[in-house]
């Protein structure tokens, strides 16, 4: 399976993942996303620099990130094949946030292989 593949598939089973996008938060790129309905480009270009924000902090590197929002969770988590890109998934604010965590861990070690 190709990585858009794959984010197609998890936006399909699983319906509170409103939008998976996988982003080079070097190059500022989003290079794949996958989403139940139209989202904007500006919107996926901010999901790259959330990421990058919250992954590469000047405080230091994280590997995963949850900003919880009345109407949304994103979720990040860091590619461990390649530290520069990210996946970051879009939920609705009722996720349970040990799921989503689950899916975009198990989604980077797919991308890995």
């Not at 590197?61 to 998934?89: D, F, G, H, W």
Request: proline share 4%; with cysteine.
């Amino acid at each position: 399976m190709t990585v858009v593949e794959r984010l197609e598939a998890l936006t399909k089973a699983q319906a509170d993942v409103d939008t998976a996008t996988y982003v080079d938060m070097r190059s500022g790129t989003v290079l794949c996303s996958s989403s139940g309905g139209e989202q904007p480009q500006e919107q996926l270009d901010a999901l790259c620099e959330t990421a990058k924000a919250c992954l590469d902090s000047p405080v230091g590197q994280s590997n995963e990130a949850i900003i919880m929002k009345s109407t949304e969770v994103i979720y990040c988590v860091r590619s461990t094949a390649n530290p520069v890109e990210a996946l970051c998934l879009v939920c609705a604010p009722a996720v349970p946030v040990a799921e989503a965590a689950a899916w975009a861990r198990n989604l980077v070690t797919d991308l890995r292989e």
